[in-house]
């Protein structure tokens, strides 16, 4: 009993979901019948629980959600110092993991940026700080504002390119020294006989000396705790090879008698050049890493620092941190709109590409939206703040392109399980290597193991495996959202290139979402403009969408109507410059026994295509019949087209009418049409469709929530700022179907890409160490030098990273400039 209440420690979990007496009986019940548990008690005004348990927190947390309650959790960002490979993302990973209330955990070696999920109130960021120091790796707690990585990246590739001049510069004399004379001959003769062999050996003791205590020493600093701890890691892997190179030389300079006769060589250069091109390879792939996050450093540029913000004393210049909604803002021509608003006074053109990937600038007026980093055109205008700081539409992007550059793809696990046990397999792979030349190689043998043993811990270091998916899904991403097309799940880039039909919804995202006149079918005698102006005339007083569709479409002004009408479920009556004009639906021509005449055929035509026949007669004859109808978006069928040229289905799924619904198929070449349903009829509809393989939605975001969420992807057309579709894993910014083709398109490259780095990632590990433990010995007798082994380890991140950098070029699968 006593070393039960010894080991019982109480933990406290904040609830989500508690409603009631019986809410809290279910919990405390749930938690009682976990092992280990001594005692439960639910507090419903606090929503928490006290758990006094023996075990560990996970089981807890499993049961509270099992019954359909939440636990609390909230996200610690830290930026972490020492990640160089793999094998360093897993170590982190585990000591976060391994902390209480840590449920998740993900490092991303591209950004140097771990995100853990904890449980409320179990740890904070001090905490896992604190552990990952213990672990080795110093970090940092994130504030919860936008970092861009990009400058931490520079900041570390200046001083790893200080580190590497100075340790090429000592390296330069060694290198010299020990191999001048294989690139001119008689060169180390001629050394030797001006200074002697030993003053020669001495010197390269001490420049190689210099460079492992100065620029090397990280790799001791940090490799060998962790090699101690039984943790090993990249630094681990050099500290090994060029500590061993720098050992076995500093014997057979100063103690040659320790070693067996013919075997006192020295291998100063392998330890100075190794450490020299190691940091310039971290060099190098610092400047890389940081042109992957350049889209999200582009974004964050797009903000002005300052805006011109008029108060009652007259135009004042303020930080763009110190705006406040409500705010009156001036522009002037050509600059960027300091936050998100509402235009009050002014009209003209505005650039919205950055927000949609469109270029072709949008009419602003007087009541209009305003986007903060979008750029004004020729027109001074003025808006009124609506959302500052985090609230804005640029804000959000952000924040959504960072979640998804930060996501770990489900196809990172293989390379995730694989390199948690490369380090120590390398090392015990060198050690079989040292050992095997020892007991078969020739003399003088223990030269040739040591050569050996130091490649193999040189060239296995697992960096390129570490940085293959997330600089991808970095670069990916990034070049998507400024193409319009935002990510907000980062396993969505994934799951979206497996998809083989995309589903459409058509009001609003086929179509333009509000009715317009499409056609207009004249008696004889009668012109367009005339039957237009008549009917507008009436319309003038209605407020009906039908209304506006014909006003929008009539000769501006409208003349005067007199005694207007209402006729519910039929029309409008009214007089226009002294006639009886009437405007409504077939039943009204019957009602008043006016015959179509020449228009019947039309009529017909109209209604059978789908859209609204609207009669309009003067003094008792038909003059016009007006054709109303969504109008489909001018980029719909291009968008449908390219779609099938990725070899991808295409379907139709709308509440609209049969004929409307296969009326606009039809015109846009789509494959199946589900037509008649309701929003929750939709999900039905996409299970008849999953049969055929993974499948997208594509809806508007409003009505379609429910659709967009049971798709295996749900694509949500925005509007621009509409950017936190909660139901949806991809947005389009620039509410045009050919985004989807987009979409797709950079959800395939960037897995291709992947594919394409893992790839090499794997094969560079699985042929080259049996290269660098002597594969080719027996046939030519070559060995692989260390120098070559860390030059070809350097070459393999830097691939890798060029690999990805390559997506920032992707252009516009449909053609659109971006």
């Not at 001049?165 to 020294?177: R, S, Y």
């Not at 600089?471 to 319009?484: C, D, L, N, P």
Request: aromatic share 4%; proline share 6%.
């Amino acid at each position: 009993m006593d070393a039960t209440v010894s080991t019982t420690t109480t933990t406290r979990l904040r609830l989500e979901g508690l409603h009631c007496a019986g809410c809290v009986r279910r919990v405390e019940r749930a938690l009682a019948d976990q092992p280990g548990v001594a005692a439960a008690r639910v507090n419903l005004a606090t929503a928490t629980a006290e758990v006094d348990h023996g075990g560990p927190v996970a089981p807890l947390v499993a049961a509270v959600e099992s019954i359909g309650f939440g636990i609390a959790r909230t996200e610690i960002a830290l930026a972490v110092e020492g990640a160089t490979c793999a094998s360093c993302v897993a170590r982190i990973e585990r000591a976060l993991l391994a902390l209480p209330g840590v449920t998740a955990a993900r490092m991303n070696l591209a950004t140097g940026e771990a995100r853990a999920q904890v449980i409320a109130g179990m740890a904070d960021a001090a905490t896992l700080a604190r552990a990952l120091a213990e672990a080795g790796y110093p970090a940092t707690p994130l504030a919860g504002t936008t970092r861009d990585p990009g400058a931490a990246q520079a900041a570390e590739a200046r001083a790893l390119a200080r580190r590497t001049l100075l340790a090429a510069a000592l390296a330069l004399p060694v290198f010299a020294i020990e191999m001048g004379g294989h690139v001119i001959p008689g060169f180390h003769a001629a050394l030797a006989g001006i200074a002697g062999d030993q003053p020669l050996r001495v010197l390269s003791f001490l420049l190689t000396s210099a460079i492992l205590a100065g620029p090397g020493r990280v790799f001791f600093a940090r490799g060998l705790p962790l090699l101690l701890r039984g943790a090993p890691d990249m630094n681990a892997l050099v500290a090994l090879g060029t500590g061993a190179a720098w050992g076995f030389s500093t014997i057979a300079t100063f103690a040659p008698g320790l070693l067996p006769p013919g075997t006192a060589h020295v291998y100063f250069e392998a330890a100075a050049v190794i450490v020299t091109l190691v940091l310039l390879g971290r060099m190098l792939e610092a400047r890389a890493k940081g042109r992957t996050g350049a889209a999200i450093r582009r974004l964050m540029a797009l903000r002005p620092a300052t805006a011109r913000v008029v108060t009652a004393a007259g135009i004042e210049d303020r930080p763009v941190e110190a705006l406040v909604p409500g705010d009156l803002i001036e522009v002037l021509p050509g600059e960027r709109f300091a936050t998100d608003g509402e235009l009050v006074a002014g009209q003209g053109p505005v650039d919205e590409s950055m927000l949609t990937g469109e270029p072709m600038p949008v009419d602003k007026s007087p009541g209009d939206p305003v986007t903060g980093g979008t750029v004004n055109g020729p027109a001074a205008l003025r808006f009124r703040a609506t959302a500052v700081g985090a609230d804005t539409a640029l804000a959000r992007i952000v924040a959504l392109v960072e979640t998804a550059q930060g996501a770990k793809l489900p196809v990172q696990a293989l390379a995730d399980r694989v390199t948690g046990i490369f380090v120590p397999v390398v090392l015990a792979v060198a050690a079989v290597t040292v050992a095997l030349w020892l007991a078969l190689g020739p003399a003088p043998a223990l030269g040739l193991a040591l050569v050996a043993g130091v490649s193999v811990l040189i060239i296995a270091c697992p960096c390129a495996m570490g940085l293959a998916t997330p600089t991808s899904v970095m670069v990916g991403t990034g070049r998507a959202a400024e193409m319009g097309v935002l990510f907000r799940k980062g396993a969505a880039l994934q799951a979206l290139a497996g998809v083989t039909t995309v589903a459409f919804d058509k009001t609003g995202t086929l179509t333009e979402g509000h009715p317009a006149v499409t056609e207009v079918a004249l008696a004889p005698g009668v012109t367009r403009d005339e039957a237009l102006r008549l009917a507008a005339a009436l319309e003038s007083r209605s407020e009906h969408p039908i209304a506006r569709a014909i006003l929008n479409a009539a000769p501006v002004p409208a003349p005067e109507a007199e005694g207007v009408e209402a006729l519910p479920g039929f029309g409008l009556r009214g007089r226009v410059e002294g006639a009886e004009i009437l405007v409504g639906a077939a039943r009204l021509m019957d009602q008043h026994a006016i015959a179509p005449g020449d228009l019947a055929g039309p009529a017909a035509r109209i209604a059978a295509s789908g859209a609204t026949p609207v009669h309009v007669a003067r003094d008792g004859r038909a003059i016009a019949v007006l054709a109303l109808a969504d109008p489909v978006r001018p980029t719909a069928r291009a968008a449908i087209a390219t779609l099938h040229e990725m070899g991808v289905r295409t379907a139709l799924i709308t509440g609209d009418t049969e004929a409307t619904a296969r009326a606009v198929a039809a015109e846009l070449g789509i494959d199946r049409v589900t037509a008649g349903v309701l929003p929750g009829g939709k999900v039905a509809a996409l299970d008849e469709l999953r049969a055929d393989g993974p499948l997208a939605f594509v809806g508007d975001g409003l009505n379609d929530a429910p659709a967009l969420a049971a798709a295996d992807i749900g694509i949500a057309i925005g509007t621009g700022t509409d950017v936190a579709i909660e139901a949806a894993d991809v947005v389009l910014m620039a509410g045009d179907p050919q985004g989807v083709a987009e979409a797709l398109n950079l959800s395939r490259r960037t897995m291709r890409n992947i594919r394409q780095n893992l790839f090499w990632a794997f094969a560079y590990n699985t042929a080259l160490i049996p290269v660098a433990a002597g594969l080719f010995w027996p046939l030519w007798g070559v060995l692989l030098s260390p120098m070559l082994a860390a030059g070809a380890m350097a070459a393999s991140s830097l691939f890798v990273l060029s690999n990805a950098l390559r997506l920032r070029r992707l252009r516009p699968v449909t053609g659109r400039v971006a």
